[in-house]
């Protein structure tokens, strides 16, 4: 395999973004990775330019709308550039990004048809897991304290339409008798929300959002780690978290994505429900067979570990480039 010189162009500013995590599975295909920040806010047209003057890159890589489109369309006469996004929706702005680049990557494999109208050189790259991001360290009885639960939700749980019907579920979980904890940004203080913030929901609350070993401790600690995506609809659009659950090791239960079987086997590497009722129904059973749940949980580790790190997405993505260019 070829090894590239790249600017990796993106937010750095949290420890959590993909930025991180494509940084570390490029560096560790043996590729030259120079990171760009933008993080706080989009940088002068100048910058870029001059840092790709001067480093002289195979390519650039961004995954959103780091800079005005231009700045793209000018970079390519110096070099390549490529995009990979991260969301499993078309926004008004993404198309002309979508046109300026070499190569396009959208994790969502039922928008692939939309995005070669626009670019043909468009391939789906489903996201990963980067291990060096989440520590395996000591579980102390605090922790246990804690992290402990049923069944566990990290995410959020806001006003925008995509959240709302989690709330239902989670909802439906808490009337199951099962004790749910969840984890994320805090509910937002409107007055709508009042009664979710004061109720079974808002006292289910953990506290805050986690990452990194807190993260770890969640998936290990919870019977039933539970996930919803936002399109499950769209063809293998699931997002990162599922990858990041089960290479920690959590038992995950999700929302069935179309196409989701091809990456990771309901029922042997992970387990998948399509409404309330089969959600609750799995969760009451699954509580009782700590065994299956661990087998289940242990292969869907193995898997990711073995298929599904970024090491291994990032070298999908070169062959990918190399067979091209």
Known sequence: MRTYRLILVADYGRPWNNAWFYKAGFERNGHTVMTFDTSSGKPSEETILKA????????????????????????????????WYPDPVIPDWLPPYVKACDSFFTMSEGLLEEFRKMNPKSYWLTQAFEPSCFPVKEVSDEDRKTFSADVAFVGNLGSKPQYQS???SLEAVIASGARLKWWGPKIPWKLANIPLIYGRIGRAYGGRFVWGEEYVKIAQLSKIFLAFDSRPEIRKSMSARMYTAVGCGAFYMCQHVDGIEEVLVPDKEIVTFRNHDEMVEKIICYL??????KKIAEAGQKRVLQDHTYEVRIRQMAYIMEDMW
């Open 288 to 293: 009782s067979r700590d065994d299956l749940r």
């Open 166 to 168: 989690r709330r239902g």
């Open 52 to 83: 790709a003057a001067d480093f002289k890159p195979d390519f650039v890589l961004h995954t959103k709308d780091e800079f005005p489109v231009h700045v793209f369309e000018k970079l390519r006469k110096a070099t390549k550039v490529v995009q």
